[in-house]
């Protein structure tokens, strides 16, 4: 297996770094220069991996895109049942807040409106994890672990549970009794939609 260039590693601290500063001072008050004071480098470093705050934000959001997307997977489970379980437990996890700071998340997420690029890497995102969930929908239905019509309607649906929840649950503390109440509720929605046989 070949090493990792020296570019993709530097870009990566780069990027780590954005996101720290744009997490104590909210992205549109990070700067290229306060993210390579926080370095503590020169600016064009910077600039020599990054051309412009723009395509280091788009760096930011493919960063945050692929941690979510780590999240979801669960490839080496072979056993339908425990894969789709583990999936519905990792959907509504309490390890989203401390994956990705919502601060940076939601700043991100509100470019969608302004760049079309930026628009489609998180609809790719999106269209991807809602793809795996069918799939691993559909292995149980194949398995007769679940009882379900359409499995990519019931991902569909699970899906939009899951946003709509932790859209909703920024609002509250995560130590909070009442968020904790609230996610296993919604879980156990989503559970019995899969209608589990077993």
């Given at each position: 297996m070949g090493r990792k260039s020296l570019k993709t590693v530097?870009?990566?601290e780069i990027i780590e770094a954005f996101y720290v500063v744009a997490k104590q001072e909210g992205l549109e008050n990070t700067s290229i220069a306060k993210v390579a004071?926080?370095?503590?480098?020169?600016?064009?470093?910077i600039l020599h991996?990054?051309?412009?705050?723009?395509e280091l934000i788009f760096g930011l959001i493919n960063y945050i895109l692929e941690n979510y997307k780590s999240l979801y997977i669960t490839n080496d489970i072979n056993?339908?049942?425990i894969?789709?379980?583990k999936t519905i437990d990792n959907l509504f996890s309490r390890d989203w807040n401390n994956l990705i700071?919502?601060?940076?998340?939601?700043?991100?997420?509100?470019l969608i409106f302004r760049d079309e690029k930026i628009k489609k890497a998180f609809k790719d995102l999106h269209d991807s994890l809602r793809f795996f969930l069918t799939e691993v929908i559909a292995n149980a239905k194949r398995d007769n672990v679940v009882d379900v019509k359409d499995p990519k309607e019931t991902a569909e649906l699970i899906f939009v549970l899951v946003e709509g929840a932790y859209y909703y649950l920024s609002l509250f503390d995560v130590?909070?009794?009442e968020y904790t109440n609230k996610i296993t509720h919604y879980k156990k929605a989503a559970i019995n939609m899969l209608n589990f046989k077993i």
């Open positions: 530097r870009q990566k004071k926080h370095m503590s480098i020169n600016t064009s470093l991996y990054f051309e412009s705050k723009d056993n339908s049942e894969k789709l379980k700071d919502d601060g940076v998340f939601y700043s991100s997420f509100t130590t909070d009794i």
